[in-house]
């Protein structure tokens, strides 16, 4: 269905918003409003939606938190603050999101629903934190463990990046000496040995035969290639692909375990942050769920209807294997002392040591396997290539 970016008038003000609707007539409809409300609609095509997703991506929400915070520490009011916000940004869309969440704030709407309106830039993590907080006087507190916690999210993900740098340049370096080899000096070297008369080994002829077939169709060749590669990439969009390959990476010996420790550790620091602002243990087990990887949300899911069948949450965690040994005993002591938040944040912190084996075991593993294999492959080639040479040499000796 085609998707529209209109502007609508609602309540006396204008905003930008987006749509799904068969056409321009029926937007309208779709919105909920009389038609001469919608003073533009503009049909946005597969690539000017996804460049409007990837600028609502690159929204800066801890930049965002951790300002905010520090000037509502300051004294200064929220509409101020918000204000202050949306004068120093350059960006166009960091100020039309911001120049949104003013416009709902200066009708009188909280903050949190403001936040809500724009479900592109700020996620249901933010907003309930903000719900829970915009009330009792703790926002500023609440917005910078907000900004904490994305913080060591970008930490994480950083180190995981910089772990896997060297053997995709790895892969991207060998895969080129590959092709080169393929399209350019095997065809060649096969006039060569063509040339000699002599019997080839069948390896060999195998070897020269496609290199020959390669090189004379090099554009056939490069178009399969990233044709596969696109195709491989629309897989791995897939979230029932991306939930199998997870998974399938998580029963790895030596790296699945750290993954599910490091997933563990995520999902204990932002349960923690919720609990912490106030929002009770069954909402917040719901709002986690779109937060924690793909193969564990089944799992808070059901660990959210064991505690909402009265069940207690260390319970409820052991029995869908979302508890180490060490968060087990936590929650089980936070849950008598009352201070579950800060068990689980403790948890967490118990657990932040695996990203550092993690990227120790890439760079141990990966990388020497992603040389061996490369080399046998390359090495492979010109073996096959010279084969033939040696086997003229000994017939000429």
Known sequence: MPQFEIRVLRAGVVSTERVEAPDRAAVAAALGVPPQHVLEAREL???TSARAWRRHARFPLQ?????LAVLLDAGITLLDALNTLREKESQPNVRAALDGVINLVEQGQPLSAALRQQPQTFDELV???VAANEKTGQLSTALAQHARYLAWVDT??????????YPLMLLAVGSAVILFLLLYVLPRFAGILEATNGELPWASLVLIHFGQTA????????????SAAFA???LLRQPAVRTRLQSAVWTMPGLGPRLRVLALARLYRSLAMLLASGVPALPALRIVV???ALPWRPAVRAAAEQVE???????????????TPVARRMLRVGERSGEVAAMLERAAAFHDEEAARLTELLSRLVNPALMLIMGVLIGGIIVLMYLPIFQLVEQVQ
């Open 232 to 234: 491989l990439y629309a």
């Open 63 to 67: 930049l965002f938190s951790q300002e």
């Open 290 to 292: 779109d937060v924690v």
């Open 45 to 47: 095509d597969a690539r």
């Open 215 to 226: 090189g004379a169709h090099p554009g056939w060749v490069l178009g399969g290639i990233g």
């Open 156 to 165: 994480l993900r950083s180190r995981l990046v910089a772990a896997l740098v």
């Open 127 to 129: 907003c309930a934190i």
């Open 309 to 323: 069948r009265g069940e207690r949450l260390s319970t409820a965690f052991d029995a869908q294997h979302l508890a």
